[in-house]
């Protein structure tokens, strides 16, 4: 039984395309997060929603919009991709936002834009 | 700004060897370091965390200590296993939106 779910898996698409992820959390955690884990292996947070309202947008592109329909789901969606969005991009879960609380992560999302 | 370094970024030990990845964290404000485990293609899995207000923490053959004095915090990692093999990542946090810092990330490989 899966903490928390990302679809899809994997997501190949052209540039300039649209796209989405989405995240699933069954932990009944308050706060949820996007990652993005670049060729180098690096970690970066891009944004946090505690119960469905936004707490971090760290300083990603327009072209990226979270939204948080409930708690337990946090979408990304991808406007007019460009070559450097490849990447992986994880979802996480936590019981709280405050700090201090483990983070669960998703499986991830590989983006390769061709 | 807020920055966590890692070191080394690779590390290659014999089976049975001990492991030592160290961190430097830049926000004195930072209370909270989880480390955290990659296997290739998967998830990054918590293995351990460490509060401010603890010194060290151990976990049967894993160890974490903290140096607030410094900022410094350090995975210690005993009778290393070839399944240990993995990226390991320090990261960071602090009472505000609790997001990450990571550090780069270490390639631990241990050898049979």
């Known amino acids: 039984d899966t903490a928390v779910s990302q679809t899809p898996k994997y997501l190949v698409t052209q540039m300039g395309n649209d796209k989405s992820i989405k995240c699933e959390q069954n932990l009944g955690h308050d706060t949820m997060y996007w990652y993005k884990q670049d060729s180098k292996k690096f970690l970066k947070i891009m944004f946090s929603?505690?119960?469905?309202?936004?707490?971090i947008n760290e300083t990603v592109p327009n072209r990226f919009s979270p939204k948080s329909p409930d708690k337990a789901h946090l979408n990304l969606h991808i406007n007019s991709l460009e070559l450097g969005d490849s990447a992986v991009y994880f979802c996480?879960?936590?019981?709280?936002?405050?700090?201090?609380?483990?983070?669960?992560f998703g499986d991830g999302t590989r983006l390769s834009i061709l | 700004g807020e920055n966590v370094e890692q070191h080394p970024s690779t590390l290659s030990v014999q089976e049975g060897d001990s492991a030592v990845i160290k961190c430097t964290y830049s926000d004195s404000a930072s209370n909270y370091f989880p480390w955290y485990k990659q296997e290739l293609g998967k998830r990054p899995q918590l293995i351990i965390d460490i509060r401010s207000n603890v010194g060290e923490k151990k976990d049967q053959r894993i160890a974490v200590t903290l140096n607030k004095t410094a900022k410094h915090f350090s995975l210690h990692i005993t009778e290393t296993q070839p399944e240990d093999s993995a990226v390991y990542f320090c990261?960071?946090?602090?009472?505000?939106?609790?997001?990450?810092?990571f550090g780069q990330g270490t390639e631990l490989s241990v050898k049979p």
């Open positions: 929603y505690n119960n469905k309202e936004l707490i």
């Open positions: 990261a960071a946090s602090k009472n505000q939106g609790g997001k990450l810092i």
């Open positions: 996480a879960s936590s019981l709280q936002g405050g700090g201090g609380q483990p983070q669960h």
